[in-house]
């Protein structure tokens, strides 16, 4: 097959690239392709997709290798499909979420009266933390002439998941570590009495693993 047919050269991929990151590059690529109107290379990068799809089951019948899940099961329906997903960031990006935990963790450490505003800004600034990193994963198409309804639908989703993911950590963080422990009674006094320090401290935590290892 020549270089330019190769559905791996296509999609900018080396052979052998796991299924889930080359599913990753066809969207960005059909993104790309659609933004600037090139139906020619459209066609090409859906063809390469399609081309390593039936190349893996091809595969798997003759039984050389196992074919990741999100083929062998892509005629069902996903079970819990905004389900946090692995994806960790690079050194820096776990860095900037570290030190953003630190901050959250300092603000409310500084101001006695913080209270739950400091458990709400924790929410806001993880979310903005984790729409930049989808909005890289996924970005959305640009529109030549305003926003365009394709455009619209990917910003809301990372939009929507950013928030979720944020908001999910933190509550969850709060429930597991303070709300279930207080509710059977084996909370130390002291934990009681810095209450809002504890919460905090335990929701910025879990936001900080979700935000830089998971999507």
């Known amino acids: 097959m020549a270089g330019?047919?190769?559905p791996y050269a296509v999609l900018g991929l080396s052979?052998?690239?796991?299924?889930?990151t080359v599913s990753r590059v066809y969207k960005q690529k059909l993104y790309e392709a659609n933004r600037d109107g090139n139906e020619e290379l459209k066609s090409r990068i859906e063809a390469a997709h399609s081309t390593l799809m039936m190349r893996s089951l091809m595969n798997r019948?003759?039984?050389k290798?196992?074919?990741p899940k999100e083929i062998a099961k892509a005629d069902r329906q996903v079970l819990f499909p905004w389900r946090p997903r692995l994806q960790p960031c690079e050194r820096s990006g776990i860095a900037?979420?570290?030190?953003?935990a630190l901050g959250c963790i300092a603000y409310?450490?500084?101001i006695a009266t913080s209270?739950?505003?400091a458990f709400i800004a924790t929410i806001l600034a993880f979310s903005v933390a984790n729409y930049f990193k989808l909005s890289n994963l996924f970005p959305a198409p640009a529109a030549s002439y305003g926003a365009n309804p394709e455009q619209r639908k990917v910003i809301l989703r990372n939009l929507v998941r950013s928030a979720g993911l944020s908001a999910g950590s933190a509550v969850s963080g709060m429930a597991l570590f303070y709300t279930v422990p207080d509710a059977l009674g084996i909370l130390p006094a002291a934990v009681t009495r810095a209450q809002w320090m504890y919460i905090v401290t335990c929701s910025a935590l879990l936001c900080f693993v979700v935000s830089a290892f998971y999507r």
């Open 115 to 117: 209270g739950s505003y």
């Open 15 to 20: 052979e052998g690239t796991d299924f889930e």
């Open 108 to 110: 409310t450490a500084s």
């Open 96 to 100: 900037a979420r570290a030190a953003l």
């Open 61 to 63: 019948s003759a039984g």
């Open 65 to 67: 290798v196992t074919v």
């Open 4 to 6: 330019e047919d190769d």
